[in-house]
């Protein structure tokens, strides 16, 4: 990626009660977070799977009935816990809330896709809700960056495998891949899965949204 600073201002990693299969990304986003005076966030039972990697998270989200039990007694920092009732919402969504009333601008996500079908399609869907207000990556099996309306570019391999799969109706150019895109409206489908770099990569999003996929880490720095 270039530029991981300005890719990923103001960032926070949240953790959800998901499986981490993708344990070096996941701690990758810690230490950036930490590095650029962000926030360690956990919805709920998302404690469990941080404190499984050793991070003690800033911060607990949610109705607190996924929590590990007993709590783990902690030696040297404790977290805060932020205790949200409201039964309308799911922990995820309140956490998301949170950290954009508070300023945050990119929210790494891991865990995603843990849990039922049913926990999965709706963490999908804040995904694609919040992603309108602020940077969202989800983490694990592969990384997948929310984009909207805008310029990115991102520092891949010639050879290097991604995806470009839009939402709904989208416009856009891609440049730098096998496959490339020039000003053209794309509805939901299988076009842009498993496209190739050529060098550098460059995405504009005219007008929709979309996700850029790849296998590996980001790279951040």
Not at 130 to 138: Q, S, T
Not at 143 to 166: C, M, P, V, W
Not at 174 to 201: D, F, H
Request: proline share 4%.
């Amino acid at each position: 990626m270039n530029g991981s600073e300005s890719l990923f201002p103001r960032p926070c990693l949240i953790f959800l009660n998901g499986d981490i299969d993708d344990r070096k990304s996941v701690l990758e986003a810690a230490k950036f977070c930490r590095r650029h005076q962000g926030a360690v966030l956990c919805a709920d039972g998302g404690l469990k799977q941080a404190l499984k990697l050793k991070i003690i998270p800033d911060l607990v989200i949610g109705d607190m009935d996924s929590l590990p039990k007993p709590l783990p007694r902690l030696r040297f920092k404790k977290p805060a816990f932020v205790c949200d009732f409201d039964e309308n919402s799911s922990d995820f969504e309140k956490t998301l809330l949170w950290a954009l009333e508070r300023g945050f601008k990119t929210a790494f996500v891991c865990g995603l896709l843990g849990g039922g079908l049913d926990h999965a399609l709706v963490n999908i869907a804040m995904m694609e809700r919040f992603g309108l207000k602020m940077r969202l990556v989800a983490l694990g099996r592969g990384q997948g960056i929310f984009l909207s309306k805008g310029l990115y570019q991102f520092a891949l391999n010639k050879g290097e495998r991604f995806s470009l799969l839009t939402l709904g109706e989208a416009e856009l150019s891609l440049l730098g891949a096998r496959y490339e895109l020039k000003e053209e409206i794309l509805s939901s489908s299988s076009r842009g899965l498993g496209n190739t770099a050529e060098g550098p990569v460059s995405v504009k999003l005219r007008r929709g949204n979309a996700w850029f996929l790849l296998g590996r880490g980001l790279g951040l720095k």
